[in-house]
Nanobody
């Protein structure tokens, strides 16, 4: 049974940094791509960032976070992180961690992600 648990969300000010984490269990973590999605109030889900299971592959970022957010993983800790810098009010959302359904799934395909966490709220106040 796959379980994903996010943590680290909170209320920050514009320009602040925040790191959110996702602890995975239930399968061999290093075998699967991991992604971060977000959903702002009244909006649809947005694919924010993703990282392949293979080391050395460039991560995926949506255009609005390029240069500000960094996704990375620690396979020893079964954890994926999203480091968020220079936060803006438009980054306010519930952030969800997701894991690909199969080792062969391409990490940059939004449809690859089958398992989801419960989400963590990030609020950026101006």
């Amino acid at each position: 049974q796959v379980r994903l648990v996010e943590s680290g969300g909170g209320l920050v000010q514009v320009g602040d940094s925040l790191r959110i984490s996702c602890l995975a269990s239930g399968r061999t973590f290093s075998d699967y791509a991991m992604g971060w999605f977000r959903q702002a109030p009244g909006k649809g889900r947005e694919f924010v960032a993703a990282i392949d299971r293979r080391a050395g592959v460039s991560p995926y970022y949506t255009d609005s976070v390029k240069g500000r957010f960094t996704i990375f993983r620690d396979n020893e800790k079964n954890t994926v992180y999203l480091q968020m810098n220079s936060l803006k009010p438009e980054d306010t959302a519930v952030y969800y961690c997701a894991q690909a359904g199969h080792p062969s799934n391409s990490y940059f395909w939004e449809s690859a992600y089958r398992y989801w966490g419960q989400g963590t709220q990030v609020t950026v106040s101006s």
